[in-house]
């Protein structure tokens, strides 16, 4: 499975509501599995598991270049600095 990709705020608790601006990354609706706002990304286990996606398997892209934990990090920050600065 890929990485799990929790949203926390600075002292560690989850965030209640997802960043703004998200470009679709940052998925204020509950989570199936969590209940909590989610990333919605390929490479986030969050967006592999839930129902809209299941079929777009992490096996097409482990291996890929980007979308290593690196890559996947730089792009969860991309994404965090387009949303809130």
Not at 42 to 69: I, K
Request: positive net charge; proline residues 8%.
């Amino acid at each position: 499975l890929p990485p799990a990709i929790e949203l926390l705020d600075s002292k560690g608790r989850h965030l209640d509501t997802a960043p703004p601006n998200g470009g679709g990354v940052f998925n204020g609706g509950p989570h199936p599995n969590t209940g909590r706002p989610f990333v919605c990304m390929r490479g986030a286990r969050e967006y592999h598991v839930h129902s809209s996606h299941t079929t777009d398997l992490w096996d097409n892209y482990r291996g890929v270049s980007g979308m290593d934990l690196g890559g996947i990090v730089l792009q969860l920050w991309r994404a965090w600095k387009r949303s809130v600065g």
